[in-house]
Every structure is written in structure tokens, then in C-alpha cells.
């Protein structure tokens, strides 16, 4: 089963590595409109506001998603340079300023190079049309899931990406999945997550709920976790629809990762439309959007971990 080509008419996405390979950073190129739903309690971002309905630019330049904690923000500086170089960004009447909104994984480690301006620059130089590239790659190279028993039971995370068409529009979803819980499939079944010794699966959830997890919970640091998805159209939805659009395109975690939203992660979900107009939707193209967004976003989460990870090590 393929994704038809284009992904999404109008994004372009490249990723990055920091020095070393052990971390890295994603970057969706735009210009798009744009919102953000925040749902977990340990986020790092940066220009969120921007993504408000009422803010006063109307379009963002590029969105980086990265590891390397609140370190790897520096990645949205060396976008930030690119795209001025190129001539992009919001006319001031001075200056064209590029508005680089960005959130961030946590995937830190001893001597650990994190990413810098040049891995957002290398991002952007990467960053084509299509399908983008799954597995440990750009931000997900450092991700990892089921953390709950402590790192060495977690095993490799990564980036997933899918989109479909509805009616004469595209929906996509590109996700950054580096969560304390476990990744699910359609059918509600472990992909990935805490392993025990034998290499069998814990179960996050059902430890949780037997009182099983409190002597492993002293491995497991506030904000270490974090997953960061995107859903992108070229539907003419407002921002305000976009915001709507993040919102229930955030049920898919919920779908897919179990536990999630929990105290040790920081989730994030964009919503862009790539149309150049926008216009007030008709009611039930709106919920059709909502449906495709959601359903992108799961099949994503689920390949970052098993499709997409298997392609990148092909």
C-alpha cells in the first residue's frame, strides 16, 4: 500500500542531523496558515502565539519540529537565516521577517551534540516535495517509546507520515512520536513500547492500572517524552478552522498511544492549509477534514514505528 503523490499540493519537508547523528530536527516548509492544539504538560516551544486565530500575521514561513530539548530550538535560527536569505517572510515594510514557529522533543543524552543553526539549515536545503522520508530520521533519529521500566526496556521511535484525498482536497499527517506509552495499531494491538526481559511487551497501560509501574517510575523524568504531529491541507480552512481541525486530529494520539498526554510529555499538534484563499466551509466538508485529519494522524503514528522505521533501515 502507497501514499499517492503529491503528500500535501504546496509543503515541502526535509530533515536534518546534529553532529554526531544522534539527534536531529524536521522542517515543514510553507508559507501556510496555521494553528496549534497543546495537550501535553511538559511542552518547549517557541512562537506559538503566532498561531493564535486573532494574531496579527496571518501566515507562517516554516514550522521546525526537533530534538535536543529546549537546546535544539536553536535549529529554528538557522531556518529563520535560510529563509531571509531566500527573501521570505512577513513584510514589516522594513524588512521580511521569517516566522518560524517550533516545539521539541527530548531525546538528550551524555556528550549528546544537539541541533544547531546548521541542522535547521540542512533541514531546509533537504526539504522537497512528496512523501516524506519515515523512520529515524530528522527529529525522530533520537526518539524512542514505552519508557515506563526505564530506557533500556524502550525501544526506537522515530517520524511517520501518510495522507489521502477527499473529495478535491489533500489531508497529511507527518508525527514525531517519542512517548512514555505504548504504540498501538488499528486494532488496539502493541507495536512498539516497554519490553520486559524475555523481550516480551509490559503493557504501559495495564501496569499502570495494577499498581505495577511505581517502583520503575523513579527512571522516568518529567518531560523526557514528547510527540509532535502535524496535519496539513490545501482545504481553504480559516484559522480558526485550522484550530478546530488540530483539536480533533489530536484524538488520533489518543488512539494510537496509550497511556498518553501524561505529565511526562509534551505534546503538540499543528494544523496548516497550504490555499492561498480561505473562505467559511461548508459544514460537512469541514467534518469530512476533521475525519481525514484524524485518520492521517494514526496511520502516521503507528508507521512511525513500524513501516516507516523497517524503510529507513532497508
Known amino acids: 500500500m502507497t ?28 508559507p501556510f496558515r496555521a494553528a496549534a492544539e497543546v495537550r501535553g504538560m511538559a511542552t518547549g516551544s517557541r512562537e506559538l502565539d503566532v498561531l493564535r486565530p486573532d494574531h496579527l500575521v496571518p501566515r507562517v514561513d516554516a514550522i521546525v519540529l526537533t530534538g535536543g530539548s529546549v537546546f535544539g530550538l536553536a535549529a529554528a535560527d538557522g531556518v529563520v ?16 521577517v521569517p516566522i518560524v514557529p517550533a516545539a521539541v522533543i527530548f531525546d538528550l543524552q551524555e556528550h549528546q551534540t544537539r541541533p544547531d543553526g546548521e541542522t535547521g539549515r540542512s533541514a531546509c536545503v533537504d526539504a ?19 519508557k515506563i521500566a526505564g530506557p533500556e526496556s524502550a525501544m526506537q521511535g522515530g517520524v511517520g507520515a501518510w495522507s489521502m484525498s477527499i473529495g478535491p482536497y489533500r489531508v497529511g499527517a507527518l508525527v514525531v512520536v517519542n512517548a512514555l506509552g505504548d504504540v498501538l495499531d488499528g486494532d488496539g494491538r502493541i507495536v512498539a513500547g ?13 501496569m499502570l492500572l495494577r499498581g505495577d509501574a511505581r517502583g ?4 522516568v523524568a518529567a518531560g523526557t517524552n514528547t510527540t509532535l504531529a502535524m496535519v496539513a491541507t490545501d482545504a481553504p480552512l480559516t484559522r480558526v478552522g485550522l484550530r478546530w481541525m488540530a483539536r480533533v486530529a489530536g484524538n488520533a494520539l489518543a488512539r494510537r498511544i496509550n497511556p ?16 492561498e484563499e480561505e473562505r467559511e466551509m461548508d459544514s460537512a466538508e469541514v467534518l469530512g477534514l476533521g475525519a481525514a485529519a484524524q485518520h492521517v494522524l494514526e ?4 508507521r512511525s514505528v513500524t513501516e516507516g522505521t523497517r524503510e529507513h533501515h532497508r
Do not use: N, Q
Open 260 to 275: 498518553v498526554h501524561t505529565p511526562f510529555d509534551g505534546d503538540v499538534i499543528f494544523a496548516v492549509s497550504t490555499a
Open 194 to 206: 516497554a519490553r520486559g526481559p524475555d523481550g516480551a511487551f509490559l503493557d504501559t497501560a495495564s
Open 299 to 302: 496511520e502516521a503514528i503507528t
Open 128 to 146: 522537497r516535495e512528496g512523501k516524506p522520508a519515515e523512520g529515524a530520521v530528522g527529529a525522530g533519529v533520537g526518539a524512542t517509546v514505552g
Open 216 to 219: 520503575e517510575m523513579g527512571d
Open 81 to 96: 537565516t535560510w529563509l531571509h536569505e531566500a527573501g521570505r517572510g512577513y513584510d514589516t515594510g522594513t524588512v521580511k
Open 3 to 30: 501514499t499517492p503523490e503529491p503528500f500535501v499540493p504546496g509543503l515541502k519537508v526535509g530533515h536534518g542531523l546534529a553532529y554526531g547523528g544522534k539527534s536531529g530536527c524536521t522542517v515543514v516548509l510553507g
